[in-house]
């Protein structure tokens, strides 16, 4: 689980360009949408093609994405329950 | 000299006709032209609805004498819609006033360049299209078509608004004596391009489209050329020209919220609204219908609601409908295709219904119309609100 | 009674390092190529890294154009933004069509897709800025800027607003450079500064740039010109081109003599530079003549680069002898920019010192 988390995070800062943050600095339990990360509802709709690329899980509705996005520790979660690859 | 800006020509070719009478017999024989898309391979096939053109490519070179393959669709639709504006407004010799053309197109030429893209490398077969990619190309492939020349000639793009900003500036040049006559409207073809687009913003219905119904699921991408004829008092007075209707007032403003996406409020929508009531000299009660935006989108439909009961007030919103259900988005030209459904209906004191449309918004009181009905029409406002912000409005009236 | 339009302040990010307002064509960047790249100003020190991590090239140079233009001018907002774009952020047009095509229409992401919007440039800026007013983009080829220039014009005349900001950008792209040489629309063998003119070649070099500037009904201390007339023609024969300056002159009630310098939209293109040789040659012939392309390279908005050279040379009151045509000398007070593009697609812009 934890290599899934930092995985997570490098994709995250490489996919959504978020070149002035390090690995480091984004905790497992940090929100990642508004006041934590500061990711908005663009890069919400990248992590959905990230999760349908790299895991195989398709979100239909982008408002799922919401809960699953919530941090990188129910991100990690939500893969870890669903992936197909 | 007249507030109003005189229409006395219009043309359009859609998914519900090919001409401006058919498409009022499917306005009001409420036919949607909303099908599975047959032009374009696309892998997303099953998934999509979309409001195609009902013609190949082959049938449009046909009808405009021209070789296989030599244009991409969107100049295609343009020179058919442009040509019906120009004919219906009586127009023998296009430079015989100080005529402009102003165009609008998120795409241009995009379907032939996505298809080529790499194959120009590998044969000259296709190097015709290479110039066909920017936005300015369609524009030129119509005024050819129409003979302009030495003439005013531009191109607008802001995405789901442009035909209506094309009209807007149209009519600023007439009113300001810089043109005589302008030209104005848009065209846009499906493509690969757009469709996969709308599709990473997963805002693509996989069926028909429900604007302003709770259970919305977002839109369907359309196609049309749309363009109207815009003429000063001096032709229309000369050439004793019939008037179709008037543009009485326009609005451009800019919602300055989110990349994409419309805030919560519509403020946008609402300023745009609110200057082109104060450029007609109409007060918000004055306003008989609403051909709304309406999308079907849910971010859409909740702030363009918002909007109008900002500005007409809480349960004095006049009767609206979307016509998108119809057509689907057909982007650029959105706001030309819904010009000229504005016409057709202050000319029949029509009102369309909003078709699909089943559940109440639970954020608010709003009902479209669902019946097409006779009402007498004075001034009908239509929306356009796109990506980046851009939000216009325009007021279309029967006296100047 | 109309307005007059002066232009307050510029800033542009060219070819040539054109950031700083400070100088004026101080140093020229020489290159041997078939494309210009611009000077890259420190993006950093203009746009915060979150906001710049999803921004395309032409958005950064517009940020820095733009601003550049606001704080010259010195305003915080203006009362519309009109942008000008032949291709909009073509890049990333260019790349969402490649990952159309090779991921075959797979795992495709939105940023690259709203980004080709042609209208983002102008989004981003009043997102920026929170500006909600009058806000509009055109995209007809080479004359993009111009039609900014003219509804600007026309909205200050009357009345309809007292500070606008103006601009026009485009991007270089390499898939646009290799199939527009295929049809010889840019040249295949790299040219100098000094042998731009003279290659005796079709088609130019590609370039890039962003050139914003404050049209305003009020002139300032930052004040560089009066902007006296501004025109657009789908379409000019050689034989008529004459008669249609003499026109638009007769109709900014301007006299042929009172022009001061012509800058000529030249790009070496063996086919099309006829039309600048016939004026310069003919009605132009006792005019000082400029030029600028061998600076800027050939973008749809390139005309945002003489618009910039011309209002600089009129608040400097010097010609810098890297753009001039000819040997001929007058103060420089009134001066006329024509362009075209391929035949199609004419300008005339007219500026005058105030």
């Known amino acids: 689980m934890s290599e899934l988390k930092q995985e997570l995070k490098e994709k995250i800062i490489e996919q959504l360009n978020l070149e002035d943050i390090a690995i480091d600095e984004i905790a497992d339990t940090d929100p990642l949408f508004g006041e934590g990360l500061g990711l908005d509802s663009i890069d919400a709709l990248e992590l959905i093609v990230m999760l349908d690329k790299d895991y195989g899980i398709k979100l239909a509705d982008p408002k799922e994405g919401r809960k699953i996005f919530e941090s990188i520790d129910t991100m990690a979660g939500y893969i870890s329950e669903h992936r197909s690859r | 000299m007249s507030k109003g800006v005189a229409i006395t020509g219009m043309g359009i070719i859609s998914a519900i006709g090919n001409n401006v009478q058919e498409n009022y017999e499917s306005l009001i024989g409420e036919k949607m032209g909303i099908d599975k898309i047959t032009q374009i391979e696309t892998i997303h096939k099953d998934e999509i609805m979309v409001g195609e053109v009902k013609a190949t490519n082959s049938e449009l070179e046909q009808r405009l004498g021209l070789e296989a393959n030599t244009y991409s669709r969107s100049p295609m639709l343009g020179i058919i819609a442009a040509q019906?504006?120009?004919?219906?407004?009586?127009?023998?010799?296009?430079?015989?006033?100080?005529?402009?053309l102003i165009s609008s197109t998120t795409v241009g030429g995009m379907d032939k360049s996505e298809q080529y893209f790499f194959e120009y490398f590998k044969n000259k077969e296709h190097h015709h299209h290479i110039d066909g990619l920017h936005a300015g190309d369609s524009t030129q492939k119509?005024?050819?078509?129409?003979?302009?020349?030495?003439?005013?000639?531009?191109?607008?793009?802001?995405?789901?608004?442009?035909?209506?900003?094309?009209?807007?500036?149209?009519?600023?040049?007439?009113?300001?004596?810089?043109?005589?006559?302008?030209?104005?409207?848009?065209?846009?073809?499906?493509?690969?391009?757009?469709?996969?687009?709308?599709?990473?913003?997963?805002?693509?219905?996989?069926?028909?489209?429900?604007?302003?119904?709770?259970?919305?699921?977002?839109?369907?991408?359309?196609e049309a050329g749309a363009f109207l004829v815009l003429e000063s008092d001096k032709i229309v007075e000369k050439e004793n020209r019939a008037v179709l209707a008037y543009v009485s007032g326009y609005g451009n403003a800019n919602d300055a919220f989110h990349q994409t996406a419309s805030s919560d409020n519509g403020d946008g929508a609402v300023m745009a609204m609110e200057k082109a009531l104060k450029v007609a000299g109409l007060k918000p009660e004055h306003i008989d219908?609403?051909?709304?935006?309406?999308?079907?989108?849910?971010?859409?439909?909740?702030?363009?609601?918002?909007?109008?009961i900002r500005i007409f007030g809480e349960g004095k919103v006049p009767q609206f409908s979307s016509t998108k259900a119809y057509t689907g988005h057909t982007l650029a030209v959105a706001g030309g295709v819904e010009a000229v459904y504005s016409v057709l209906a202050l000319q029949n004191n029509r009102i369309y219904p909003n078709l699909n449309f089943k559940t109440p918004m639970s954020e608010f009181n709003l009902l479209p119309e669902t019946e097409s009905k006779e009402k007498v029409l004075e001034h009908v406002l239509s929306n356009s609100f796109g990506f980046g912000g851009n939000c216009s409005t325009l007021i279309l009236s029967k006296e100047a | 009674?109309?307005?007059?339009?002066?232009?307050?302040?510029?800033?542009?990010?060219?070819?040539?390092?054109?950031?700083?307002?400070?100088?004026?064509?101080?140093?020229?960047?020489?290159?041997?190529?078939?494309?210009?790249?611009?000077?890259?100003?420190?993006?950093?020190?203009?746009?915060?890294?979150?906001?710049?991590?999803?921004?395309?090239?032409?958005?950064?140079?517009?940020?820095?154009s733009s601003q550049t233009a606001l704080k010259e001018a010195g305003l915080e907002n203006v009362d519309a933004i009109i942008v000008g774009t032949g291709l909009g952020c073509l890049d990333d047009s260019a790349k969402f069509v490649s990952d159309i095509i090779n991921?075959?229409?797979?795992?495709?992401?939105?940023?690259?897709?709203?980004?080709?919007?042609?209208?983002?440039?102008?989004?981003?800026?009043?997102?920026?800025?929170?500006?909600?007013?009058?806000?509009?983009?055109?995209?007809?080829?080479?004359?993009?800027?111009?039609?900014?220039?003219?509804?600007?014009?026309?909205?200050?005349?009357?009345?309809?607003?007292?500070?606008?900001?103006?601009?026009?950008?485009?991007?270089?792209?390499?898939?646009?450079?290799?199939?527009?040489?295929?049809?010889?629309?840019?040249?295949?063998?790299?040219?100098?500064?000094?042998?731009?003119?003279?290659?005796?070649?079709?088609?130019?070099?590609?370039?890039?740039?962003?050139?914003?500037?404050?049209?305003?009904?009020?002139?300032?201390?930052?004040?560089?010109?009066?902007?006296?007339?501004?025109?657009?023609?789908?379409?000019?024969?050689?034989?008529?081109?004459?008669?249609?300056?003499?026109s638009f002159l007769d109709h900014s009630d301007t006299e042929l003599e009172a022009i001061d310098l012509v800058v000529m939209g030249n790009n070496g293109d063996s086919n099309f530079d006829g039309y600048y040789d016939s004026l310069n040659q003919g009605i132009f012939k006792y005019t000082p003549q400029a030029y600028f392309k061998h600076l800027s390279g050939e973008y749809d908005t390139a005309?945002?680069?003489?618009?910039?050279?011309?209002?600089?040379?009129?608040?400097?009151?010097?010609?810098?002898?890297?753009?001039?045509?000819?040997?001929?000398e007058k103060p420089p007070k009134t001066v006329l920019i024509y362009n075209q593009y391929r035949g199609q697609n004419h300008s005339l812009v007219l500026l005058k010192k105030c």
């Not at chain 2, 900003?165 to 499906?190: C, E, H, W, Y």
């Not at chain 3, 542009?12 to 078939?34: C, G, H, R, W």
């Not at chain 3, 210009?36 to 950064?60: N, Q, S, T």
């Open chain 2, 84 to 100: 019906e504006a120009i004919r219906q407004a009586g127009i023998t010799d296009i430079n015989d006033y100080k005529t402009g």
């Open chain 2, 142 to 222: 119509i005024a050819n078509y129409l003979g302009l020349e030495g003439s005013f000639m531009t191109t607008i793009s802001t995405a789901c608004s442009s035909a209506a900003n094309a009209i807007l500036l149209g009519a600023r040049m007439i009113k300001s004596g810089r043109l005589d006559r302008a030209i104005v409207g848009g065209t846009d073809a499906l493509s690969k391009f757009t469709i996969n687009g709308f599709k990473t913003l997963m805002i693509l219905s996989d069926t028909y489209n429900t604007p302003f119904d709770d259970n919305r699921k977002g839109l369907n991408l359309g």
């Open chain 2, 289 to 308: 219908y609403v051909n709304a935006h309406g999308t079907a989108t849910p971010n859409n439909d909740l702030s363009e609601g918002r909007a109008m």
């Open chain 3, 1 to 64: 009674m109309k307005k007059s339009v002066y232009i307050n302040s510029v800033g542009s990010v060219s070819a040539q390092k054109t950031y700083d307002n400070s100088t004026f064509l101080d140093e020229i960047v020489p290159y041997e190529a078939t494309e210009l790249k611009v000077v890259d100003p420190d993006y950093k020190a203009y746009i915060p890294p979150a906001a710049a991590r999803r921004m395309a090239k032409g958005i950064k140079m517009s940020t820095v």
């Open chain 3, 103 to 246: 991921n075959d229409e797979q795992f495709l992401t939105p940023t690259r897709f709203i980004q080709s919007s042609h209208n983002t440039v102008a989004g981003q800026i009043a997102l920026g800025l929170g500006c909600k007013g009058y806000n509009f983009t055109y995209v007809n080829s080479a004359v993009s800027f111009e039609s900014s220039l003219l509804d600007a014009q026309l909205q200050i005349e009357n009345s309809e607003a007292n500070n606008i900001l103006v601009g026009g950008v485009d991007e270089l792209v390499d898939h646009h450079v290799q199939s527009h040489q295929l049809i010889g629309h840019f040249k295949n063998e790299p040219v100098t500064q000094k042998t731009l003119l003279s290659s005796n070649t079709e088609g130019s070099i590609m370039a890039e740039g962003s050139h914003f500037f404050v049209l305003s009904n009020e002139k300032q201390a930052s004040t560089y010109a009066e902007l006296k007339g501004v025109e657009i023609y789908n379409s000019l024969s050689l034989e008529n081109l004459s008669s249609q300056v003499q």
């Open chain 3, 303 to 328: 005309t945002g680069f003489a618009f910039w050279l011309s209002s600089k040379i009129i608040k400097t009151q010097t010609v810098p002898d890297i753009v001039k045509l000819n040997s001929l």
